[in-house]
């Protein structure tokens, strides 16, 4: 159990596109779905938490116009990309806290990550 | 706001053998959890061990195993006869409890390359 399934595992766009991408949680409801950033051979960095039916927390310095996010179900979490440039060329990674209590809601389920590259 | 220190960026050990993680971390905080992440070349993040502050006892789960010391602020993982898929990142995170207008959201370490020799 407590599967999430993040889609695509890696994407190539070019300059000025947008690319979504997708944070699913199959087996249990996601009141709150997290979004990091994973440079090469650097920590995880918290970009944004996502509520189900309300607006993204973003961190400070993340640009919420650039980085859209959409958390319209308790399974789906979406991070859309505007006009990626090279320099968003990074290793996304989301998870999810199970809406139920105890020791389920106090992990963090961790998608398998996407890797983009904008050319 | 809280934060977590990994001093390690690498280390190595004997397969077989037993090594240590070393993470500190700070908050004014008395109720939180701390966990150890793995996250090996296909970097999927796996949990490896987690710990509630408000118990005594150190967490253990088959060959790892940490050291909490809750006035030191620390929380090292014992990793004992080290195996070959051992090797990967290590990450240490701390997590605010459910109250208190937390999200809950991981603040991790900067992480420890492990590699395990044959």
């Known amino acids: 159990g407590a599967v999430v399934s993040q889609h695509p595992s890696w994407v190539i766009c070019k300059s000025g596109t947008s690319v979504k991408i997708e944070c699913r949680s199959l087996?249990?409801?996601?009141?709150?779905m997290f979004w990091y950033r994973q440079f090469p051979k650097q920590s995880l960095m918290l970009m944004a938490t996502s509520n189900e039916g309300s607006k993204a927390t973003y961190e400070q310095g993340v640009e919420k116009d650039k980085f859209l996010i959409n958390h319209a179900s308790l399974t789906l979490s979406t991070l859309t990309v505007t006009s990626a440039h090279p320099e968003d060329s990074s290793f996304y990674i989301c998870?999810?806290?199970?809406?139920?209590?105890?020791?389920?809601?106090?992990?963090?389920?961790f998608g398998q990550g996407t890797r983009l590259t904008v050319v | 706001a809280q934060t977590v220190t990994q001093s390690q960026p690498e280390m190595s050990v004997q397969e077989a053998e037993t090594v240590t993680l070393s993470c500190t971390y700070d908050t004014s905080e008395s109720d939180y959890y701390l966990f150890w992440y793995k996250q090996p070349p296909s970097r999927q993040m796996i949990l490896v061990i987690r710990?509630?502050?408000?118990?005594?006892q150190n967490a253990t789960e088959n060959r790892f195993s940490v050291n909490f010391q809750k006035a030191a602020k620390s929380f090292s993982l014992k990793i004992s006869d080290s195996q070959l898929g051992d090797a990967a990142m290590y990450f240490c995170?701390?997590?605010?409890?459910?109250?208190?207008?937390?999200?809950?959201?991981?603040?991790f370490g900067k992480g420890t390359k492990l590699s395990v020799k044959p």
């Open positions: 087996d249990f409801q996601a009141t709150t």
């Open positions: 710990q509630e502050a408000y118990k005594q």
């Open positions: 995170a701390y997590r605010s409890p459910n109250y208190g207008g937390s999200q809950g959201n991981l603040i």
């Open positions: 998870s999810a806290r199970d809406r139920r209590g105890g020791r389920l809601n106090t992990e963090a389920f």
